[in-house]
């Protein structure tokens, strides 16, 4: 049996046409609804990387905390006979104690848009990015240890000192050279039952950084006023006028295109092969992305739609019919079970938390998040509302009567509250979140501050 595991870091449902968007941001997702399953309502377990690919590569909640600990999908599946490798960039491997153990990793790291983002850098604002650092690490375990007064006292005299907070320009390489690689794979490889994943960054920040020709912006692409956006909407992000937002949009849905164009290439390859009949194709994200929707940019916020809402579509090469829509909630966590039954192994096996997708009707979505530098978020989705315990206080949506999360009906709803809250598993909700471990070499550092996670802001 053959899989491909197709992931694009950040990529918001809402935000493709075959979720109702309004732009045709990523037409080659036609080719899978047209012969496969898509699942309306599916969220991640995560608002960001470092909990939501650890959550789907091992069905777990909290497998970041130690991925020693729990089986993971690929070494589960090659211990029954499946060859298992990873291709792409920056794809989350290294972000936690432990590892996917694939039996083959290709990480393509990142090109020359981060060196040239970070080469004119002045010395003071490096000096000052490495002093966040340490700064915000003290304010974290001073917090998480109560002493919130000496936390106050110690706030002020930094901040007379760095008035501005410090920001690293991210990266990573282009979805046309992951594609180039994957294609690379196929030709070198003739294993008829592998579980492949690959791993596309091209709806992260920094936008607009790879195409030429932008779908849906006019002209060139001015990248020193982009990476001035970034860093403006990653530190100030009040400070965004609406043109500025709306220039982020377009730059995102027009990276959203440009990584459609380099799938197609790569199931028109398929096809040419003769493998996508035969071959189980699931598409889908680790997390979304925001605009502004609740005061902040990229991934940052709580476990609010914008960034739990992801794609997914499946393919099952022995489904042809497909064509199918499941309106029930899916979670991420329901993948590694799918993927291993896919190829003949007995989820229940190895206690997952994640269900099959084709089985069982809609899923209770425990999602974790942790906005910036405060306590950790926990939210569960469920018939029509969603429960936010954001540690100093509860937040419940009517999601029927408002989908954008505007109005907190907590205390008009306490029965509901309660009911939602008491379905969250205590080790969820008891869980110490711990601090991106830290980097083994300046190399590893780059990969992590690549993804944002050395990269946390001191909230005022």
Known sequence: MKTLLLTVDALRADHLGQYGYERDTMPVLDDLTGVGTRFESAFSNGTYTRISVPSFQTSRYLAYENLDAVPKLAPTLESGGTET?????????????????????????????????????????????????????????????????????????????????????????????????????????????????????????????????????????????????????????????????????????????YCSRHIARLFDYLRDRGLWDETNLLFSSDHGEEFYEHGNYFHRNYPYDELIHVPLIAKRADDPAGGATVTEQRQLLDLAPTICQFHGLDPDAYDFQGTPLFEGDGREVVTLGQPNDRDPAVAVRHDGWKYIDTGDDERLYDLTADPAETENVVDDNPDVAARLARSIPDSVLDRDVEDPREPEDEVDREQLEALGYMELREEE
């Open 85 to 257: 490798a990873v291709i792409g960039t920056q794809t989350g491997i290294g972000l936690v104690h432990g590892g996917f153990e694939y039996g083959e990793t290709i990480d393509l790291g990142r090109d020359e848009n981060f060196d040239e983002a970070n080469a004119d850098r002045p010395l003071t604002e490096l000096i000052g990015y490495r002093v966040n650092k340490v700064a915000t690490w003290i304010s974290q375990q001073l917090q998480r240890r109560g002493a919130d007064r000496l936390y106050d006292v110690l706030k002020r005299p930094y901040r007379t000192l760095y008035p501005e907070t410090p920001f690293e320009h991210s990266g990573y390489t282009s979805a046309e050279v992951v594609t180039d690689r994957v294609i690379d794979w196929f030709e070198e490889t003739d294993c008829e039952d592998f579980f492949l994943w690959v791993h596309y960054m091209e709806a992260h920040r920094p936008y607009g950084v790879h195409d030429d020709d932008p779908a849906y912006h006019d002209g060139a692409v001015d990248q020193e006023r982009v990476r001035e956006l970034m860093k403006t909407a990653g530190t100030d992000p009040d400070a965004v006028s609406e043109s500025e937002r709306q220039l982020m949009v377009d730059l995102y849905d027009s990276d959203v295109r």
